[in-house]
């Protein structure tokens, strides 16, 4: 009788997901910081909702199955399903709902949060990515539409990008409506198998966008995705409206002198610009990046958006008979770091600890005080966790990158006279115990 063989685990991550390492958390960090500050100036509210949801309160927008698997990650409970959110809006839908006696109107809430797509990934675009919402809930002014357009581009800046390299397109749902309206589209699926497929031509190209809109398309995988089945006529007529350079609905002129008003011009009026999700009702905005973007093998890559938003007044009504008329913005902050990456060259202080190294565990109180000194010193200093050769010692050390290592052996003890060997150069120096942060602070 042979034994079962052990089937080992695999190392590789699903597709869609990634490990982030130190110097990329680190740029995050620093976004994360400038969207903060942005925020309060502009008098946003901080808000954190659960990563799961039940779905009823989500899927609406996603496709209809019997398992709601498609688009979200779902799993059921003894009685419900419950869903990973998708995006940041939905959640906060809900939200208002269940508080909307106790919450000011407008409610301005700003959140960062990982949010879960179950969709085919591609360069830039993950399963599991990290997004940021600032939203107005209880308004119809648009003035609350144009200042977030302002606020995100406030935020490009802060971080780094100037105003060539990023441009803010605008447009509305009125026109898609509109649209549907002349070329007898009633049908909610067809409408939104339509929106779907415009929303792609900056990433497809039209040719690709056509067979979307007419009987399907199949990818280069081989997938299939099935079109919205539109005759020529009216993909024609579509074709015709999505080229328009001027618009003409009251909702996008109030927004345009808006931005005259507030000296905003980093702008464009793009029709083509459709968003996906069927809850959107008024004007509509995506930001796009005007810089070329690279994958991992240097090719340069039909990068898209970074983030988008618009008018979705009647979401939260879906709950109950609340009058919440509400506009949001998002940016997918792991696509936008992604980018800003290869755009701009951060100085980021990836700080690693100086290592006292471990010539005799007995020897363990004298480093000890050695670690109490400096980190008392706000210096992060760390003694070697093992029980190693010196040089083993001195390999990690240069491998996490450490700027020093301190040796402290036995005569090292009795004169009190640390010395101090600086990775880079491989200089050292006899140093009293009293003047050692002194000569750290020199070398970090």
Same mark, same amino acid.
């Given at each position: ?253 109030? =927004? !345009?002198?808006? @931005?005259? /008003?507030?000296?905003?011009?980093? #702008?464009?009026?793009?029709?083509? &610009?459709? *968003? +996906? ?77 100086? =290592? !006292?190294?471990? @010539?005799? /565990?007995?020897?363990?109180?004298? #480093?000890?005080?050695?670690?109490? &000194?400096? *980190? +008392? ?68």
């Amino acid at each position: 009788m042979t034994k079962n063989k052990k089937i080992k685990p695999s190392k590789e991550l699903p597709l869609g997901f990634v490990d982030r390492q130190e110097k990329e958390l680190l740029i995050r960090d620093f976004i994360i910081t400038n969207i903060k500050r942005v925020m309060i100036k502009y008098g946003f509210q901080y808000l954190e909702t659960p990563s799961f949801e039940f779905t009823d309160s989500i899927g609406k927008f996603l496709p209809d199955k019997e398992r709601p698997d498609a688009g979200v990650f779902s799993f059921k409970d003894e009685k419900n399903w419950l869903s990973l959110r998708y995006d940041l809006t939905a959640p906060l839908a809900r939200y208002v709902a269940k508080n909307y006696l106790e919450i000011p109107k407008p409610f301005k809430r700003y959140q960062l949060g990982n949010v879960w797509r179950n969709e085919k990934p591609g360069p830039g675009r993950f399963r599991e990515f990290l997004q940021f919402d600032a939203d107005f809930v209880g308004t119809k002014s648009l003035q609350a539409d144009a200042e977030l357009c302002i606020l995100i581009s406030e935020i490009l800046e802060e971080c780094g990008l100037t105003k060539k390299d990023y441009l803010v397109k605008i447009s509305s749902r009125k026109i898609t409506e509109k649209l549907f309206k002349n070329i007898n589209i009633n049908d909610g699926e067809q409408k939104l198998i339509t929106l779907r497929a415009l929303d792609k031509i900056d990433r497809l190209g039209w040719d690709e966008v056509e067979k979307l809109l007419g009987k399907g398309r199949k990818d280069k995988s081989g997938d299939f995705t099935q079109g919205a089945n539109l005759n020529k006529s009216s993909i024609e007529i579509i074709k015709k409206e999505l080229n328009k350079d001027t618009p003409d609905t009251e909702d996008l002129m109030e =927004i !345009i002198d808006l @931005f005259k /008003k507030y000296g905003f011009s980093n #702008y464009k009026f793009d029709p083509s &610009i459709v *968003r +996906g999700l069927e809850y959107y009702t008024g004007p509509i905005f995506e930001v796009d990046l005007n810089f070329d973007v690279k994958n991992n093998k240097g090719q340069i890559i039909q990068f898209g958006s970074i983030g988008g938003g618009g008018r979705y007044d009647n979401l939260v009504s879906n709950f109950g008979n609340y009058d919440a008329p509400a506009t949001g913005i998002s940016i997918g902050l792991d696509r936008l770091v992604y980018a800003l990456m290869q755009r701009k060259e951060f100085n980021i202080n990836q700080s690693r600890p100086i =290592i !006292i190294c471990v @010539f005799d /565990k007995n020897l363990m109180k004298y #480093y000890i005080d050695l670690q109490k &000194i400096l *980190r +008392g010193a706000n210096i992060g200093t760390e003694i070697y966790p093992g029980e190693n050769k010196l040089k083993k010692q001195m390999e990690y050390a240069n491998k996490i990158k450490s700027p020093a290592v301190i040796l402290y052996g036995e005569n090292e003890i009795k004169i009190g006279k640390p010395t101090i060997r600086e990775l880079s150069s491989g200089e050292e120096k006899s140093i009293k115990i009293e003047d050692l942060v002194n000569e750290i602070q020199k070398i970090i």
